[in-house]
């Protein structure tokens, strides 16, 4: 049986569907030798009737034989090379999912952050949401719907988000075959932040309400106002641009609305004579520059652009620099919200919907109750916080009895203790080992600045300590985790000492329920997944 899964997991190739049927016809299972460019389309076949009523007996490939060595089940020739999608071995056409069983199929290649990647096999129509609901489902991932798929342009240095509802490949065939255009499958748990929490993307000295409401509108109504076609806010503010056909930057005043980009001659002015136009949407898209001091010589590094979909020359980009990170967030998220209106309002609820609609607990799951019976009588625990609470002190507690059951055994308590605390949290998908300070803060950058996303790291000072980057206010921290020796025992501690934890677990569980010393919760972790 895992042959025969090892062999279906292995034909996503380049090849056409009737070449697929050759390869397990003449018994060979190991397809990994094809090469798998980003994006091929299979051939559409044609099948005589007389072949219609012909089935050729399929034999499961022997992986382990040498060349040259016959097989058990000689192949059988194919007079009939060009396939019909019907007339495919019932198991092979199965390799795709349900709703991608159609004509027009195409290979695409997904990469993740270490750049591993995997080929599938997808549907012409297929979105982005459907290919990360794919991988989600083929990694094991929990869908909290923060996964997305990334457009990243390699040669000009530039990613964005491809929203949910796009066809990815209407995104890869407007990047042109000719240009480094890869697709990244990682967590973005800012994507749809911005209707949670919309004062913390429009600050209120760049929005200005437009006069169709008269100044009247509450600022907690602004993503409202995005999303309504007669009435739009103002986002305006100074941006660093780069001149066309030069290397030089420019600070100018820029106004964003629903009619596009323009940029002031004269100071701040926003009279019509002193407005200039820059760019619409209608046929553009927003990217972040991922080096843009580097690659631009931009005055600094929170650079993005405004790319046409026909363009893939660097000559043809617009683009600007900001001076801090929150000011860049605001200018992209207003333009996405400007593109797309209501349509990304549809992709953020459409998940919760589905999830109402089909929930995933069972009626007797949901019957559950939280239960205290350390008293003579038992109570039921109404309260949400005192539940989670009652949960981490049991799970704490068990894992303490742990602790004593392997100390038991003949082996000293804190020497058990400590290997068992070294393995706990290597398993955690929280902890990044050999992580640098940089590679930390852009792993979190990648995953969405928003408060509460974290990860835990090896020390680089002080290889005996660990590290815990925190984003907070769209800004990564770092604070550093001492170990702390009380009576012979060690323990970790972020505030000196006075609070301490026999594992990293531990602190981290702690901090998700309390701030402490730290700015904010612990509420994202960042994960690395291989594909």
Same mark, same amino acid.
């Given at each position: 049986?895992?042959?025969?899964?090892?062999?279906?997991?292995?034909?996503?190739?380049?090849?056409?569907?009737?070449?697929?049927?050759?390869?397990?016809?003449?018994?060979?299972?190991?397809?990994?030798?094809?090469?798998?460019?980003?994006?091929?389309?299979? %051939?559409?076949?044609?099948?005589?009737?007389?072949?219609?009523?012909?089935?050729? *007996?399929?034999?499961?490939?022997?992986?382990?034989?040498?060349?040259?060595?016959?097989?058990?089940?000689?192949?059988?020739?194919?007079?009939?090379? +060009?396939?019909?999608?019907?007339?495919?071995?019932?198991?092979?056409? +199965?390799?795709?999912?349900?709703?991608?069983? &159609?004509?027009?199929?195409? !290979?695409?290649?997904?990469?993740?952050?270490?750049?591993?990647?995997?080929?599938?096999?997808?549907?012409?129509?297929?979105? *982005?949401?459907?290919?990360?609901?794919?991988?989600? #489902?083929?990694?094991?991932?929990?869908?909290?719907?923060?996964?997305?798929?990334?457009?990243?342009?390699?040669?000009?240095?530039?990613?964005?988000?491809?929203?949910?509802?796009?066809?990815?490949?209407?995104? =890869?065939?407007?990047?042109?075959?000719?240009?480094?255009?890869?697709?990244?499958?990682?967590?973005?748990?800012?994507?749809?932040?911005?209707? %949670?929490?919309?004062?913390?993307?429009?600050?209120?000295?760049?929005?200005?309400?437009?006069?169709?409401?008269?100044?009247?509108?509450?600022? @907690?109504?602004?993503?409202?106002?995005?999303?309504?076609?007669?009435?739009?806010?103002?986002?305006?503010?100074?941006?660093?641009?780069?001149?066309? /056909?030069?290397?030089?930057?420019?600070?100018?005043? $820029?106004?964003?609305?629903? &009619?596009?980009?323009?940029?002031?001659?004269?100071?701040?002015?926003?009279?019509?004579?002193?407005?200039?136009?820059?760019?619409?949407?209608?046929?553009?898209?927003?990217?972040?520059?991922?080096?843009?001091?580097? #690659?631009?010589?931009?005055?600094?590094?929170?650079?993005?652009?405004?790319?046409?979909?026909?363009?893939?020359?660097?000559?043809? =980009?617009?683009?600007?620099?900001?001076?801090?990170?929150?000011?860049?967030?605001?200018?992209?998220?207003?333009? %996405?919200? #400007?593109?797309?209106?209501?349509?990304?309002?549809?992709?953020?609820?459409?998940?919760?919907?589905?999830?109402?609609?089909?929930?995933?607990?069972?009626? &007797?799951?949901?019957?559950?109750?939280?239960?205290?019976?350390?008293?003579?009588?038992?109570?039921?625990?109404?309260?949400?916080?005192? *539940? #989670?609470?009652?949960?981490?002190?049991?799970?704490?507690?068990?894992?303490?009895?742990?602790?004593?059951?392997?100390? /038991?055994?003949?082996?000293? &308590?804190? @020497?058990?203790?400590?290997? =068992?605390?070294?393995?706990?949290?290597?398993?955690?998908?929280?902890?990044?080992?050999?992580?640098?300070?940089?590679? *930390?803060?852009?792993?979190?950058?990648?995953?969405?600045?928003?408060?509460?996303?974290?990860?835990?790291?090896?020390?680089?000072?002080?290889?005996?300590?660990? !590290?815990?980057?925190?984003?907070?206010?769209?800004?990564?921290?770092?604070?550093?985790?001492?170990? !702390?020796?009380?009576?012979?025992?060690? $323990?970790?501690?972020?505030?000196?000492?006075?609070?301490?934890?026999?594992?990293?677990?531990?602190?981290?569980? $702690?901090?998700?329920?309390?701030?402490?010393?730290?700015?904010?919760?612990?509420?994202?972790?960042?994960?690395?997944?291989?594909?």
């Amino acid at each position: 049986m895992s042959d025969m899964n090892n062999t279906l997991d292995e034909i996503h190739t380049s090849r056409s569907l009737g070449e697929k049927v050759d390869i397990f016809q003449s018994g060979k299972g190991n397809v990994s030798g094809f090469p798998s460019p980003a994006l091929i389309p299979l %051939r559409a076949p044609s099948l005589t009737p007389n072949a219609q009523k012909t089935r050729t *007996a399929l034999c499961k490939g022997n992986r382990s034989s040498k060349e040259g060595e016959e097989s058990f089940c000689s192949p059988v020739p194919n007079p009939f090379p +060009e396939l019909i999608p019907s007339t495919l071995p019932h198991f092979v056409s +199965e390799c795709l999912l349900p709703w991608t069983k &159609s004509s027009a199929t195409q !290979v695409i290649k997904v990469y993740n952050e270490d750049n591993t990647s995997r080929a599938v096999e997808v549907p012409s129509d297929i979105t *982005a949401r459907d290919v990360c609901q794919l991988f989600v #489902l083929k990694n094991h991932c929990i869908d909290d719907h923060s996964w997305t798929l990334f457009e990243h342009l390699s040669h000009l240095g530039i990613e964005r988000t491809i929203e949910d509802h796009e066809s990815v490949m209407e995104v =890869l065939s407007g990047g042109g075959m000719d240009t480094d255009s890869r697709l990244y499958f990682r967590k973005n748990y800012a994507k749809y932040e911005f209707f %949670r929490k919309p004062l913390e993307f429009f600050p209120d000295h760049m929005v200005s309400i437009s006069s169709e409401t008269n100044g009247m509108l509450d600022h @907690s109504q602004l993503v409202q106002t995005f999303l309504n076609s007669s009435t739009c806010p103002e986002i305006h503010g100074h941006l660093h641009a780069k001149e066309q /056909s030069r290397k030089s930057w420019k600070k100018f005043y $820029f106004v964003l609305r629903r &009619s596009g980009l323009y940029f002031s001659n004269k100071g701040t002015s926003k009279e019509p004579r002193h407005l200039q136009f820059i760019a619409d949407f209608s046929d553009s898209d927003v990217y972040t520059v991922l080096s843009a001091k580097k #690659l631009h010589g931009a005055p600094t590094d929170y650079g993005f652009c405004v790319k046409s979909t026909k363009c893939s020359s660097a000559r043809d =980009l617009k683009l600007f620099c900001a001076d801090d990170e929150p000011t860049r967030t605001c200018w992209i998220t207003a333009m %996405r919200l #400007l593109k797309y209106g209501m349509q990304l309002h549809q992709n953020f609820i459409q998940p919760h919907q589905k999830q109402k609609a089909s929930p995933m607990r069972s009626i &007797s799951e949901n019957s559950l109750v939280a239960m205290d019976f350390s008293g003579q009588k038992s109570r039921v625990i109404e309260n949400e916080s005192e *539940a #989670l609470s009652v949960a981490v002190a049991e799970g704490l507690s068990w894992r303490r009895k742990s602790l004593h059951r392997l100390s /038991s055994h003949g082996s000293p &308590s804190t @020497s058990q203790s400590s290997v =068992l605390n070294i393995v706990l949290h290597l398993a955690q998908p929280w902890f990044h080992s050999k992580l640098s300070r940089d590679e *930390a803060q852009r792993l979190i950058t990648q995953q969405g600045l928003i408060d509460g996303v974290f990860l835990l790291r090896d020390s680089q000072s002080n290889p005996k300590t660990f !590290v815990l980057s925190l984003c907070h206010v769209q800004k990564v921290k770092h604070f550093q985790i001492l170990l !702390v020796d009380d009576e012979g025992e060690l $323990f970790y501690s972020l505030d000196e000492g006075h609070t301490q934890f026999t594992d990293l677990i531990q602190l981290v569980e $702690f901090y998700q329920l309390n701030r402490g010393v730290l700015p904010c919760k612990l509420k994202h972790h960042c994960a690395r997944i291989a594909l």
